[in-house]
């Protein structure tokens, strides 16, 4: 049985067969009915606005039927077990996916074997925006394999699933941040400009996350890592911005690059539909990944 929690359960040649589904279904939205007849459940710990869209509508292209559930919907909430919870859900859905916060309850979901099991975001990793960036930078350049891309700002999950799935097609990332949020694992600068010289790619994200919002003194030491267009006049000839979102115009990134001509960002926000719906063909095993 399959499981999306990493990233690292996809081998170089999956994922670029993935990447390349996923421009297919872009191209033809309702080329798949995978999902026929069949239910997603959808589990949602945190707020989401992009995740919850992009897999509800995409889930409904393929032919599903996703179930949202938040986390006083489940029993879970009530004490019972994660093993409980894999062994009921598997009798009644073909996947399920978890916006939470901790991997250890992602892992120990998946490790009961009883469906697919898949993440939409955890405190360590988010895989599915990963492949969405993937996809964007294919459509931008042509190819993924020898490109640069550069992440400046706070070292998230969202930098750890860019670094190890852009490894497996061939993306070199770098990193600049201060030493304070740096992330192990990850080359990294503390010299903006450095990291993103010959970058085909300027990537940022928020510096406060959800639950974190009172932290001014993360504010102040990111301030030099702003993704602005001065940052990007330093990166290769051509090179696009990329922000994850949501964006905080005038924080992380300048507005005048969120809204301008130099970016995929929403490119990469609508990528996260095409992306997923390859991605679950290939967990569940069916259209091209049969």
């Known amino acids: 049985m399959r499981h999306l929690l990493t990233g690292h359960e996809l081998d170089r040649d999956s994922l670029l067969a993935l990447l390349d589904r996923a421009a297919q279904l872009k191209r033809e939205p309702l080329a798949s009915r995978a999902l026929d007849r069949r239910t997603v459940a ?40 994660l093993r409980d919870t894999a062994r009921v859900l598997g009798r009644h859905v073909a996947a399920v996916g978890v916006r939470g916060h901790d991997d250890g309850e992602l892992e120990a979901l998946a490790a009961e074997d009883q469906l697919p099991v898949f993440n939409m975001l955890t405190a360590g990793h988010h895989p599915c925006q990963a492949l969405a960036d993937l996809l964007t930078l294919q459509e931008a350049f042509g190819r993924v ?67 974190d919002e009172d932290s001014g003194s993360k504010r102040m030491a990111l301030e030099p890592y702003r993704l602005d267009e001065a940052l990007l006049d330093e990166a290769a000839p051509g090179a696009i911005a990329l922000h994850c979102l ?40 069916v259209g091209p990944f049969a």
């Open 42 to 81: 959808l589990v949602f710990q945190k707020p989401s606005t992009r995740t919850r869209v992009s897999f509800e509508s995409g889930v409904v292209e393929l032919g599903g039927h996703p179930m949202v559930l938040r986390p006083d919907d489940l029993q879970i909430s009530r004490g019972e077990s």
């Open 145 to 211: 394999e020898g490109l640069r891309v550069a992440y400046v700002g706070d070292g998230n999950n969202v930098l750890r699933s860019l670094h190890d799935v852009g490894a497996l097609a061939g993306v070199e990332v770098v990193a600049a941040s201060p030493l304070a949020y740096t992330l192990d694992g990850v080359p990294a600068e503390t010299d903006p400009r450095e990291a993103v010289r010959d970058a085909h790619a300027v990537y940022t994200d928020v510096w406060i996350s959800m639950g």
């Open 246 to 285: 949501p964006a905080h115009p005038g924080e992380e990134i300048s507005e005048g690059l969120l809204y301008g001509h130099r970016q995929r960002i929403w490119d990469q926000a609508e990528n996260r539909r095409h992306a997923q719906k390859a991605m679950l063909e290939w967990l569940l095993e």
